[in-house]
């Protein structure tokens, strides 16, 4: 297997490791049968991408086999952000045809995490992701990894999320405080239903720490038991 190193783009602070350690305890206790889980938001820069990190990390953390597959083929920032240098083969080149399993998986530093980058923009990432090859792919990592989390594009933006939910067990999804309006985070929860996509919560990001009661930058919640704020952008908060 090829590897890659991740660097790390921050250091994390004890509040946010700690945000990390219950949203990975509240997915364990979503049940054995939830495995393969979809991250979306509602558009871009809502932290979607360093959520699925982050989640998948702490999983490793604690034994688990985890593997990250980056399925924004649009315009994904895993690469980049994490300074991952050199040619890299990915779920574009699967999909189409152009490599198999083995040559798109890399083990990362990061024990017990492997990846699978988006690989290079193709001209029909929608039907890329509706073609059998991926339902194929999510089957077989199933059957090799604890878990399987699915870095999807923003739902709001594009429709391949809910392509992408048709494979999954369940959808998770990132909400950034102060950004988007409760009206639109119905559409985005509608267009999953829509998609027969169990939707598990949703991940309250980017919570000043003043305002949040929990003193850290990310939430998380069963169900939709969450306030998204007004039209007017009003502050984002959980709601008992």
């Known amino acids: 297997m090829k590897e890659l190193t991740l660097t790390m783009p921050y ?6 490791k700690e945000a ?23 558009t ?27 399925c924004d083929l649009r315009k994904s920032v895993l690469a980049s952000r994490y300074q991952i240098d050199g040619e890299i083969i990915g779920l ?7 490599a198999e399993t083995r040559d798109v998986v890399y083990r990362t530093n990061i024990p017990g995490m492997d990846m699978i980058l988006a690989g290079i923009v193709p001209p029909n990432p929608t039907e890329l992701l509706g073609n059998p090859h991926f339902a194929q792919l999510v089957a077989e990592l199933r059957q090799k ?12 933006k594009v429709v391949d999320s809910a392509v992408i939910a048709t494979v999954a067990d369940g959808m998770a999804l990132v909400v950034s ?20 996509a169990k939707v598990l919560g949703v991940i309250v990001n980017k919570v000043s720490r003043k305002a949040s009661r929990y003193g850290y930058g990310y ?6 038991g969450y306030g998204y704020g007004t039209e007017s952008g009003e502050h984002l908060s959980q709601d008992s």
């Open 20 to 42: 990390f350690k219950t949203l990975r305890t509240n997915l364990l206790f979503c049940g054995s049968d939830i495995r393969v889980v979809g991250v979306t938001s509602c």
């Open 44 to 70: 871009e820069n809502e932290g979607k991408s360093t959520v699925s990190m982050g989640l998948c990390t702490n999983l490793a953390q604690i034994g688990k086999r985890v593997i990250l597959v980056d």
């Open 92 to 98: 574009s080149h699967y999909l189409s045809g152009q």
């Open 219 to 224: 939430g998380y919640g069963y169900g939709y």
């Open 145 to 156: 990894y604890d878990y399987v989390i699915l870095d999807t594009p923003p739902l709001g």
């Open 177 to 196: 405080a102060n950004m988007v309006s409760r009206k639109f985070v119905e559409r985005v929860i509608a267009q999953l239903e829509r998609a027969d």
């Open 11 to 16: 250091e994390e602070d004890w509040q946010t």
